[in-house]
């Protein structure tokens, strides 16, 4: 079974601009998770999405948003980007929202840099 | 409020030694779930271990071992004979009952040859 993919894998964009950044989770998988990673903030949670339903979201500013298609695959767009947006943004899958399972299974992840 | 605190930033342990990474969290629930996680190089996560709060028992695998302790919020954990293939940030992560995820920021452990 193919793991959770994301694109692309590095980007360089300039302050202003806008992104979005993609997560095919592992088949079968309906819950899509986005974390941002940076070296000071550590993992923050930036929102999940079930069944195309966003159903919990982090306390990051509007400028970040996402979706999630029928066939469970996921982007995530910030808008007008900021210096501190510099990150690497990471997506994690699970097999459905069951408390008895719970375990995320991360792709390798978007290094983005804004300058 | 959730939260997990990993206060060890960084670790270098000689190769051999045990080691282990200290996880203290905070939630109101009563039901909830500990994860650790290994982030090597590469920097894609890898899932180690998953514990529910019902179950305390303390778990075993291989040179990896895991004690979770309620009574102080603590869900450390310990590498024995540490390895040079052992190198990378740990993080120990708290899920609620809301399905929402909540990371330390990691402890970046260094093993010397």
């Known amino acids: 079974k193919a793991g959770v993919t994301q694109t692309p894998r590095y980007l360089i964009k300039t302050r202003g601009q806008q992104v979005t950044l993609s997560c095919s989770p592992i088949?079968?998988?309906?819950?899509v998770s986005w974390y941002q990673q940076t070296p000071g903030q550590g993992l923050q949670f930036l929102f999940e999405?079930?069944?195309?339903?966003?159903?919990n979201k982090g306390n990051f500013p509007g400028r970040f948003s996402g979706r999630q298609f029928s066939n469970s695959r996921s982007e995530m767009n910030v808008s007008t980007l900021e210096l501190g947006d510099s990150a690497l943004y990471l997506c994690?899958?699970?097999?459905?929202?069951?408390?008895?399972?719970?375990?995320?299974?991360f792709g390798p992840g978007t290094r983005l840099t804004v300058t | 409020a959730q939260k997990v605190t990993q206060a060890q930033t960084e670790i270098s342990v000689v190769e051999k030694e045990d080691v282990t990474l200290d996880c203290v969290y905070e939630?109101?629930?009563?039901?909830?779930?500990l994860f650790w996680y290994k982030q090597p190089p590469s920097g894609e996560l890898v899932f180690l271990i998953r514990?529910?709060?019902?179950?305390?028992q303390n778990e075993i695998s291989g040179r990896y071992s895991w004690n979770f302790q309620k009574s102080t919020s603590s869900f450390n954990f310990t590498i024995t004979a540490s390895q040079v293939v052992d190198s990378a940030v740990y993080f120990c992560a708290l899920s609620d009952t809301g399905n929402q995820f909540y990371f330390g920021t990691g402890t970046s452990l260094t093993v010397i040859p």
């Open positions: 939630t109101r629930d009563t039901t909830y779930y």
């Open positions: 088949s079968g998988h309906r819950s």
């Open positions: 514990r529910n709060s019902f179950d305390e």
């Open positions: 994690a899958s699970s097999p459905r929202r069951d408390r008895e399972l719970r375990r995320q299974y």
């Open positions: 999405y079930f069944s195309e339903t966003q159903r």
